[in-house]
Nanobody, 114 residues
Framework: QVQLVASGGGLVQAGGSLRLSCAASGTTLSMYTFAWHRQPPGKHRELVASISWSGGTNYADSVKGRFTISRDNAKNTVYLQMNSLKYEDTAVYYC????????WGQGTQVTVSS
């Protein structure tokens, strides 16, 4: 059983920055791949970034160079640093534990004004 609590969302102007945090609780968390997904209003959910147990990362092309995913295993926390935010980044962002089993957090709203 893994529980995820996402926080850090809010309202920011285009070009600004936000850092999302995901506090995880459970067992064998260091073995998990974690990811951030987002769902813009009226659209389907999409993968934003992921980070493996070894620290390897992957990013969607739309955020590459602007977003950075990281993890602090000692704190059982995953972060998403978002810089140079665009209006198109507006979405509900979800923290996801991908493997060995899948768990979803409640989501946090990010709104970017143009």
């Amino acid at each position: 059983q893994v529980q995820l609590v996402a926080s850090g969302g809010g309202l920011v102007q285009a070009g600004g920055s936000l850092r999302l945090s995901c506090a995880a609780s459970g067992t064998t968390l260091s073995m998990y791949t974690f990811a951030w997904h987002r769902q813009p209003p009226g659209k389907h959910r999409e993968l934003v970034a992921s980070i493996s147990w070894s620290g390897g990362t992957n990013y969607a092309d739309s955020v590459k160079g602007r977003f950075t995913i990281s993890r602090d295993n000692a704190k059982n926390t995953v972060y998403l640093q978002m810089n140079s935010l665009k209006y198109e980044d507006t979405a509900v962002y979800y923290c996801v534990a991908v493997s060995p089993r899948e768990y979803w957090g409640q989501g946090t709203q990010v709104t970017v004004s143009s």
